[in-house]
């Protein structure tokens, strides 16, 4: 069975790979320096983790599921989520390069009003980040940046300094994501259309007046991706948010009840999934720019 631990701190951290501490809330990884190394142990985070993985050379598992990761593979993680570790051989020195810090680093930054965004955190095992040699470059020349910074003596400026250069990385990280959505956009359009399809088929059922209405979640479910991530891939795509898309469809179908029905507004909120019917009229009157019954006069057939 594998030993669970729980990393609420950069010093437990390096302490199992034998790295040195430099600051009590950031540490630039380099496990090519390490002289220890851990096996079949799973890591539950208190801390945001980016590794770059150089080589494969042991796997990651996220829940049951392995990281899809090759050379030159970024995987990320963030507080209170747990990956388990198991080395494919005995070597303690390893080709993975990266970057821990605590929430607390950030607070009071720009980086830490911002840090939900960067929503590759959230990712999941299939989803990992696939780098170009030149965007490898990129990433180490960031983490070198941070590191010459932690052995400059800490002082006044050492917090807001370090925090730049970690929002510089992730803001690199971003970049190479949306590349990597236009590389895979074969993949992501058979998506889009699955998820069209989902859309059309949870209307059709009776799983909105027993269920409600769709989440963002059931569709990325369905189709086996992260909500964050199949949510950046179809605004990515399309210029809208799945949630969008889902409101359009809402919208499309509401049209149709209340023009081809004689059905009262209250019933076809229920239909489409609406808890209280208010609801629909609210958002009928922002995506139409009139009321449910406002619209029924004005399509009246005469």
Sequence with gaps: MDRVIKLDNVDHYNSLYGLETLHPLVSVVDLTKAT???NHIQMTYGLYALFLKGAKNCDIKYGRQHYDY???TIVCFAPGQTAGVEMLNDVVQQEVYGILFHPDLIRGTSLGKT?????????????????SDQEKETVMDCLKKISIELEHPIDKHSKALIAMNIELLLNYCMRFYERQFITRSGANKDSLTKFEQLLDEYFRSNLPVQDGLPSVKYFADKIYLSPNYFGDMIKKETGMTPQE??????IELAKEHIVETDETISEIAYTLGFQYPQHLSRLFKKRVGCTPNEYRLQNVQF
């Design 36 to 38: 220890k190394s851990v």
């Design 70 to 72: 090759q050379e030159g």
């Design 115 to 131: 840090i939900k965004d960067y929503t590759f955190f959230s990712y999941s095992v299939s989803e990992a980040l696939h780098l």
């Design 245 to 250: 898309h889902i409101q359009m469809k809402v």
